[in-house]
Structures are given as structure tokens and as C-alpha cells.
């Protein structure tokens, strides 16, 4: 227990936290590494297609030395700090902070809702852009894309024809695909809704646009069952 002003008492920094576990890394460019993920409670969007609607609400509260305690027993060099929307936490930069200070390598999987630009340039940003089809477009902050540098990411998730097209203009008419052939970006990913949207379409929209992206799926769901938690 801290003091704060006047001596009184100040409790330790804390989060909620719906779910700590190590599984495989199912997305990005780190898919298919091992990976601790720290799953954070609470979320102010509500895309129609969310897969962790159970990080909404409840959660275990955990103060970061606990955090950090579970993240060392585990052991794993790669860490994805998530939710729900994690950066809606202030503390959540405070743990980012201490985990790549220690030397792990800190992925922050975020909606792009939240301001990105108080997280160290070390920490690996994936951004998910959301696509009218999720129905929360409106939530995106552009201002963010201007904080990415060459090893963050920018994700679309995409529903049906229209999303796609969205996301290859928004790619074109925000310079993404130039940013990524100068290095200033690391990835851009797109991937289609779980059960949602044909893999097969998508992939063949793709090569007919000779889109600059990384088609990706959700691998962990290939691997346990979809809706299975923990993994």
C-alpha cells in the first residue's frame, strides 16, 4: 500500500482482468507463436460479429504486480495485452510499460477507439479498423494512424463485399499501402468474419485487386472450437 496526499493510504495500481492463459498467437504477423495473453475487462464498442462478448462485463480485479507475477510464471517471450478494448484502462499503459521493460515482447491488440499515442515505440500495435459491417465505423480515430510505425499493424475484419471495398479505400485514400512499402508500416491484415464471409471470395477479391495485404484467419478457431475460452 502506497501513500497519496496528506498520508492517506493509496491502493496499488490495478486492472480487471477477465482471463490470463498462453495459447497459440491466432492473428497477425505473430501467428502461430506461443503467447501469454492478457485479456482485460470491459469494452465500449459492440461490433455485431464480437467473439468476447464475455469480456464486457465481471472480471477478476488484479493488481499489476499480480499481473505480472502470472505473465513470469507462464514464462512466454511474447505477450498480447487485449479485451475487450484494453487501452480504455490507464493502467494498461502502465503494464505494457513494465512488461517490455522487462524484456518480453508486448503485443497491444486495440479497436483504434483509444489514443495509441501514450504507448512505448516498442510495444507492437495491431489495429483494428472497423469496418462499417461491424457497426461501429464511427468509432474509428484516425488520428491514430499517424502514431503507427514499422512494427505496428492495421487489421480489417470484414463481413461481406461492401467492408472490402471500404477497407481498400480506406488503404488507398489513407496511403497505407505506400506507408507499408516504405517500411513505416508493418503489416496490413484482413480477414473475414468468422462463419460469416466465403474465405474463398475474399482471397480472390484480393488477387483481383492486387492488394497489398496479409489474408489472414483466425487460427485458434481452426485449432480448439470457436467459441472456446482460454485459447
Known amino acids: 500500500m502506497t501513500t497519496g496526499i496528506k498520508g492517506e493510504a493509496k491502493a496499488p495500481p490495478f486492472l480487471r ?4 492463459f498462453h495459447s497459440i498467437q491466432g492473428e497477425s504477423s505473430w501467428v502461430g507463436r506461443p ?28 493488481e499489476l504486480a499480480q499481473i505480472l507475477e502470472e505473465v513470469r510464471r507462464i514464462g512466454c517471450p ?25 524484456g518480453f515482447t508486448v503485443l497491444v491488440e486495440t479497436s483504434g477507439s483509444e489514443d495509441i499515442a501514450p504507448l512505448d515505440d516498442r510495444i507492437h500495435v495491431i489495429m483494428d479498423l472497423k469496418c462499417p459491417g461491424s ?38 485514400d489513407r496511403s497505407l499501402d505506400t506507408r507499408l512499402s516504405e517500411g513505416t508500416l508493418g503489416e496490413i491484415l484482413i480477414s ?32 480448439w472450437e470457436p467459441d472456446q475460452r482460454g485459447v
Open 135 to 172: 457497426g461501429e465505423s464511427a468509432r474509428n480515430r484516425w488520428e491514430n494512424l499517424a502514431h503507427l510505425d514499422g512494427g505496428d499493424e492495421v487489421k480489417f475484419v470484414v463481413a461481406d463485399r461492401a467492408d472490402y471495398e471500404w477497407a481498400r479505400e480506406v488503404i488507398r
Open 192 to 223: 473475414p468474419v468468422w462463419d460469416r464471409m466465403s474465405r474463398l471470395e475474399l482471397a480472390e477479391w484480393i488477387l483481383e485487386d492486387d492488394l497489398p495485404v496479409r489474408f489472414q484467419t483466425q487460427l485458434h478457431k481452426h485449432i
Open 35 to 62: 503467447c501469454t495473453f492478457i485479456r482485460l475487462t470491459g469494452c465500449p464498442l459492440r461490433c455485431v460479429w464480437c467473439d468476447t462478448e464475455y469480456s464486457f462485463h465481471g472480471g477478476e480485479r488484479m
Open 78 to 102: 511474447l505477450v498480447e495485452i487485449t479485451g475487450g478494448e484494453p487501452l480504455i484502462h490507464r493502467h494498461a499503459f502502465t503494464l505494457a510499460q513494465q512488461l517490455v521493460d522487462e
Open 17 to 20: 482482468i477477465t482471463e490470463i
